[in-house]
């Protein structure tokens, strides 16, 4: 079993930054690979990044490219989301997910084993 705390989250103005972090627990195999998604409000669950934890290899959605930064330090076993330039249209929930194996599944959520309780990022205008 695998347990994922997120925290990290807030309200922030826009063009403001914030960093999420996971703190992962349990039986991690250095083959997994670490998501994070968001849910917004009468919307749907979508892809933000992931990263690989052994080879760190990293995959982003294209509406965060350049603004998001996804991270991990092994020792500690935590993942990062550094956010910066944020926009209101990034104000929703935020997942960490963790996943067996690294390939073109990252972004897809359902092949995500274990998840986080969320944590919420609210950012004004």
């Known amino acids: 079993q695998v347990q994922l705390v997120e925290s990290g989250g807030g309200l922030v103005q826009a063009g403001g930054s914030l960093r999420l972090s996971c703190a992962a627990s349990g039986r991690i195999f250095s083959t997994y690979a670490m998501g994070w998604f968001r849910q917004a409000p009468g919307k749907e669950r979508e892809f933000v990044a992931a990263?690989?934890?052994?080879?760190?290899?990293?995959y982003y959605t294209n509406s965060v490219k350049g603004r998001f930064t996804i991270s991990r330090d092994n020792a500690k076993n935590t993942v990062y989301l550094q956010m910066n330039s944020l926009k209101p249209e990034d104000t929703a929930v935020y997942y960490c997910?963790?996943?067996?194996?690294?390939?073109?599944?990252?972004?897809?959520?359902?092949?995500?084993?274990?998840w986080g309780q969320g944590t919420q990022v609210t950012v004004s205008s």
């Open positions: 997910a963790a996943r067996s194996g690294w390939g073109p599944m990252v972004s897809t959520d359902s092949s995500y084993d274990y």
């Open positions: 990263i690989a934890w052994s080879h760190g290899n990293t």
